[in-house]
């Protein structure tokens, strides 16, 4: 049973537009989020989070949208670059707790020109 | 700084063949992390490490699957014997002591098991 959910395997955007990435979550004692990106060959890197308390983290042209009572989150990039063609992985825990990072199967994120 | 390295890049290997990862993390980075990544399944965390004492291994799949980390600068995940599913991209990731949320992966290991 996945417990971080991606249910979109890739999404293509024009650049310069927004560009949307959805995640969903079932296990309710979470309550740190992150968002991890993944170029090809390489291995992810952490990108962006937010703390349970919060409802939006911005960082440049990334932010990230929690809504607890839909167990959701939500990535925007603004303007979208061709660089941010990669995959992005949404991953969640429970700061305290025994367990490491959840991480969803990711998302397939490309530009187009 | 290096960042964390892993080795070899690539592996290919036969079915029942014994298969060893490596993985140097950040220096002094002290928790260490090994995730395995499929199509299926995505990324799971097969085991970690804090202060080179493993953690939590409820993620290794089998007994076929061990981990190692003799000391602060080197683990080693070891697959005997390989099977075709466990065919994955493994990567080893490290972060700062007790840290389990900002992790520095390494760039993976590709293996294939025929």
């Known amino acids: 049973d996945q417990q971080v959910k991606q249910n979109s395997p890739s999404l293509s955007v024009q650049e310069g537009r927004i560009s949307i990435l959805n995640c969903d979550y079932t296990n309710s004692m979470f309550d740190y989020f992150l968002w991890y990106k993944k170029y090809p060959a390489e291995g992810p890197t952490f990108l962006i989070s937010i703390s349970s308390i919060k409802d939006k983290n911005e960082d440049g042209r990334f932010t990230v949208f929690l809504n607890k009572s839909a167990k959701h989150l939500s990535l925007h990039i603004v303007p979208s670059q061709p660089g941010d063609s990669a995959v992005y992985f949404c991953a969640a825990m429970v700061r305290g707790g025994a367990d490491g990072l959840t991480f969803g199967k990711g998302t397939h994120l490309i530009i187009q020109p | 700084d290096a960042g964390v390295i892993q080795s070899p890049r690539h592996e290919v290997t036969e079915m029942g063949q014994e298969v060893t990862l490596r993985c140097k993390p950040i220096s002094g980075h002290n928790s260490l992390f090994w995730y395995r990544q499929t199509m299926m399944r995505g990324l799971e965390l097969l085991i970690y490490?804090?202060?080179?004492?493993?953690?939590?291994d409820s993620g290794m799949p089998e007994d076929r699957f061990s981990a190692k980390m003799p000391n602060a600068s080197f683990s080693t995940l070891k697959i005997q014997p390989s099977e075709p599913r466990d065919s994955a991209v493994y990567f080893c990731?490290?972060?700062?002591?007790?840290?389990?949320?900002?992790?520095?992966f390494g760039s993976g290991t590709q293996l294939s098991v025929l």
């Open positions: 490490f804090n202060n080179n004492v493993p953690i939590d």
């Open positions: 990731a490290s972060s700062i002591t007790g840290g389990r949320e900002k992790l520095f």
